[in-house]
C-alpha cells in the first residue's frame, strides 16, 4: 500500500516523465530561442517572380481597392458587350489553374502559375452553365464594391442556389473571377467564416480595438476574416507556433505556453484557410519571427505544412500573399516515434491511401529540397505508420508543453 502511494506521488510530481531529465533550464533553452530569433530577423526579403525573370510567363495577383476592382468589372462587361454587338457572342477568358499550368520555382520556394488560359463560351453546352455562373459571380462582386461591404462565401451561394446548385460551384468560379480581375480574393470582398485562432505574445489593432492575446483566455482570440482590419502589430515573442490540431492548441494555452517560452501559437484547426494563412504571412513579415510549425506525424500533416509554406494549387495565383516562406517543422515527425518512445498501441497504421499520399509527396519538388523532409517521409512510408500530436499524452497531459516542446526547442531539433 505504502510502495504505491509512493509510485502515484512520483507520477504526480513528473518525475517519471520519460526524457524531462534531459532538459536543461528554461534559461539555458531561451538563449536558443533568442539565437533562432535574431537569425530570424536578420533575413532578407524574399525574392519576386519579376527579379527572377523566368522563361516563361507568371500569373499574380495583387491587393485592388474596390473601386479598381470595380473598374476592372465594368471593362470585362464592356468588352463582351461590344462581343454581344457585333454578332459575335460572348466568351470568358479564363486563367488556367489546372496542375499542368502550375510550377514549383526553388528559387521562391513556393507554386506559381503559369500565364496559359482557355475560353468559357456561352454558346457550347459544355461551358453554358459555368459561363452563366461567372456572369453571375461578377454582378454580385460589382454590388459589393458599390456597396462597400463583406460576405461570406456562404452567403454568395444562398444568392442564387438554383443557378449555383453546390457552394463548391460557386467557390471555384469566384476563385477563377479573382484571377481574371487580377486581384486577390480578399479584394472582391469575399472572405470565409471566421476559422483559425491566435492566442500569445500579440497585441494587434481589429478594425481600431486593440486585441492583447494573452488576454484572451484559452480559447484566444478568432483571426478576422478581413485581413485589412489588422494593424499595429506588436510582439516580444521569440517565435510563432504553428499548430494544425485544435486539441494540440488548447493543451498549449491553457497551459499558458507562450509565458514560459515567449511565443504566439496559432492554428486553423486542421485544412488551412485564406485568413489563417494570410494573418500568418502578416506575422512573419512585420515581426520577423521564425515559424515552428507542430503537425501530425502523417502525410496530411505534411501536405498542411506545404500549403502554408509553398501555396496550394487550388490557389497558386495567389501564392504571393498566402505563403509564409522558412517554416521550420519542429514535429511530430516519423523518427520522433521511436527517438521518445511513443508505445506501439499508440501508433496507427497507414492505410493504403496514407502509402499513396506519402509516396506523392516524395516526388513532390517542394519535399526533394529538403533532404531531411525526404528522410522522414520515407521513413513514415517504410514503417507504414503514422501518430497524432495527441499520442503523446500517454505520457501524461502535459507532457506536449511540459517535456516535449521544451525539449525540441533545447536541442533545436526542426527541419
Not at 528559387?107 to 455562373?133: C, E, G, M, W, Y
Not at 462565401?153 to 443557378?163: G, H, I, Q
Not at 481600431?208 to 478576422?224: F, L, Q, S, W
Not at 515567449?262 to 515559424?291: H, N, W, Y
Amino acid at each position: 500500500m505504502g510502495d504505491s502511494k509512493k509510485r502515484r506521488r512520483k507520477e504526480a510530481s513528473g518525475e517519471e516523465l520519460p526524457f524531462k531529465k534531459q532538459l536543461k533550464a528554461d534559461s539555458a533553452i531561451m538563449e536558443t530561442l533568442k539565437q533562432l530569433s535574431a537569425s530570424s530577423s536578420s533575413v532578407g526579403e524574399t525574392l519576386t517572380v519579376q527579379e527572377l525573370k523566368l522563361p516563361f510567363q507568371c500569373r499574380e495577383v495583387a491587393d485592388l481597392s474596390l473601386s479598381s476592382v470595380q473598374s476592372n468589372i465594368e471593362s470585362l462587361i464592356l468588352k463582351i458587350a461590344h462581343s454581344i454587338l457585333s454578332g459575335q457572342g460572348f466568351s470568358f477568358e479564363v486563367p488556367s489553374r489546372s496542375a499542368a499550368n502550375q510550377l514549383y520555382v526553388p528559387q521562391l520556394d513556393r507554386i506559381v502559375l503559369k500565364d496559359k488560359s482557355s475560353q468559357r463560351p456561352f454558346a457550347n453546352i459544355s461551358t453554358v452553365r459555368k459561363s452563366a455562373i461567372t456572369a453571375r459571380i461578377l454582378q454580385l462582386i460589382h454590388q459589393l464594391c458599390i456597396k462597400g461591404i463583406h460576405v461570406t462565401k456562404r452567403d454568395l451561394f444562398y444568392t442564387d442556389v438554383k443557378l449555383f446548385q453546390d457552394q463548391i460551384q460557386s467557390d471555384a468560379v469566384l476563385d477563377d473571377v479573382s484571377c481574371m480581375l487580377g486581384c486577390t480574393r480578399s479584394s472582391l470582398n469575399v472572405v470565409a467564416a471566421e476559422k483559425g485562432v491566435v492566442v500569445g505574445r500579440l497585441i494587434f489593432s481589429d478594425n481600431g480595438d486593440m486585441i492583447d492575446c494573452t488576454k484572451m483566455g484559452m480559447g484566444g482570440k478568432a483571426i478576422p476574416p478581413n485581413i485589412d482590419r489588422v494593424g499595429d502589430m506588436q510582439s516580444d515573442a521569440l517565435f510563432i507556433l504553428l499548430v494544425e490540431k485544435d486539441a494540440a492548441y488548447m493543451r498549449l494555452a491553457e497551459d499558458r505556453f507562450y509565458n514560459r517560452f515567449p511565443c504566439i501559437i496559432v492554428t486553423a484547426k486542421g485544412q488551412p484557410d485564406v485568413s489563417t494563412r494570410l494573418f500568418l504571412r502578416k506575422m512573419k513579415t512585420e515581426l520577423k519571427l521564425p515559424v515552428l510549425a507542430l503537425v501530425d506525424s502523417d502525410p496530411y500533416g505534411l501536405k498542411i505544412l506545404s500549403v502554408y509554406g509553398c501555396g496550394s494549387k487550388n490557389m497558386s495565383y495567389d501564392s504571393a500573399n498566402l505563403t509564409t516562406p522558412d517554416i521550420k517543422w519542429l514535429g511530430v515527425r516519423p523518427s520522433d516515434l521511436d527517438k521518445y518512445k511513443i508505445p506501439e498501441q499508440c501508433r496507427l497504421p497507414m492505410t493504403e491511401q496514407d502509402i499513396k499520399t506519402g509516396k506523392d509527396l516524395l516526388e513532390e519538388d517542394f519535399v526533394k529540397k529538403n533532404p531531411g523532409w525526404v528522410e522522414e517521409l520515407t521513413l513514415m512510408v517504410k514503417t507504414k505508420q503514422k501518430a497524432e500530436i495527441q499520442a503523446l499524452s500517454t505520457f501524461g497531459f502535459q507532457y506536449l508543453s511540459e517535456v516535449y516542446l521544451p525539449l525540441k526547442l533545447q536541442q533545436k531539433d526542426w527541419l
